[in-house]
């Protein structure tokens, strides 16, 4: 009985997500093309937690077991890095830099983003 309520719990949650992730396609192809659908899909999940105020269960035990098995998504990727490789070598400079400038401007924004946040709570 158990593993039944745990399936019929994932399968609910698995549903969610991909609701979202429709959605977030959806609005990229017909309304913000510039955006990612996937990007645009989390946007709209971290707004209706936000405004939920908690994580369901079922999507609470969907992102958990994704979260365990997090090490096999990068499989392909890296099959994908040894497959590219002669045009990596090649590119390195350019690819290198770009890593740098990214890793720097992500600090700095997540800098400026805690800086503004704490000026917020320190507020009287």
């Known amino acids: 009985m158990h593993g039944h309520v745990y399936t019929e719990g994932m399968i609910q949650g698995l549903v969610q997500l991909f609701i979202f992730q429709a959605l977030g396609e959806l609005l990229s192809k017909f309304a913000l093309p510039f955006i990612p659908g996937p990007v645009l899909g989390l946007v709209l999940l971290l707004a209706f937690l936000a405004l939920r105020g908690h994580v369901p269960a079922s999507m609470d035990m969907v992102g958990c077991g994704i979260l365990q098995h997090l090490g096999?998504?990068?499989?392909p990727a890296s099959v994908g890095v040894v497959l590219y490789l002669p045009l990596l070598r090649a590119n390195a400079w350019a690819i290198s830099a770009a890593l740098v400038l990214s890793v720097v401007a992500?600090?700095?924004?997540?800098?400026?983003?805690l800086k503004l946040f704490a000026k917020k709570d320190s507020a009287p």
């Open 106 to 113: 992500t600090v700095a924004v997540t800098a400026l983003v």
């Open 72 to 75: 096999l998504l990068f499989i």
